[in-house]
């Protein structure tokens, strides 16, 4: 390919489409690094952290059990004669929190090789640093952020137009 080919395949070919959707791609990054860096102050709530709990018993292979024991789910365990005195230490079943959201932390907890998911939860940081396992799921989250955008597009784009389907994904 000459000078004058790849000029050309830059600015009017298939390499200018390549070009626009890379610097889409650096910008939705750089926005979404932005945006963590400026807001990110670890997990707003204790529902937050009982869901990352229960992900990581998952990830763990302890299955969908969480060490936040509720008084509501020692009396129902009673009530089915499936539990006796209750044990402060012994992890409980989730019973409260539909399961997708720890399943997806779960998941991508389970994906990681063994040394790295222990070193997340290993040493807590002094601040401003944080702890490993927090950014961990502020990444997540912003994939999954990502994620619900991209099919708010989709499916503007598919029922009605495209600049339908961007204001979707800007609203979201």
Do not use: C
Request: charged share 15%.
């Amino acid at each position: 390919m000459t000078t004058q080919q790849l000029i050309h395949w830059l600015e009017v070919g298939e390499g200018a489409r390549w070009l626009r959707r890379a610097a889409l791609l650096l910008g939705i990054l750089v926005l979404s690094l932005l945006i963590a860096y400026k807001q990110f102050h670890g997990p707003l709530s204790e529902q937050t952290l009982r869901e990352a709990d229960v992900g990581r018993s998952v990830a763990l292979g302890e299955g969908f059990v969480t060490r936040v024991n509720f008084p509501q789910t020692a009396a129902f365990l009673q009530a089915r004669g499936e539990g006796g005195a209750p044990d402060a230490a012994a992890p409980f079943p989730e019973l409260h929190q539909p399961p997708l959201y720890s399943a997806l932390i779960g998941a991508a907890l389970g994906v990681l090789p063994e040394q790295w998911r222990a070193a997340l939860f290993a040493d807590v940081l002094p601040p401003p640093h944080g702890f490993a396992a927090d950014y961990f799921l502020l990444g997540l989250n912003v994939l999954l952020l990502w994620g619900a955008a991209g099919q708010a597009w989709q499916l503007g784009r598919k029922l009605f137009n495209p600049s339908t389907g961007l204001l979707a994904a800007l609203g979201v």
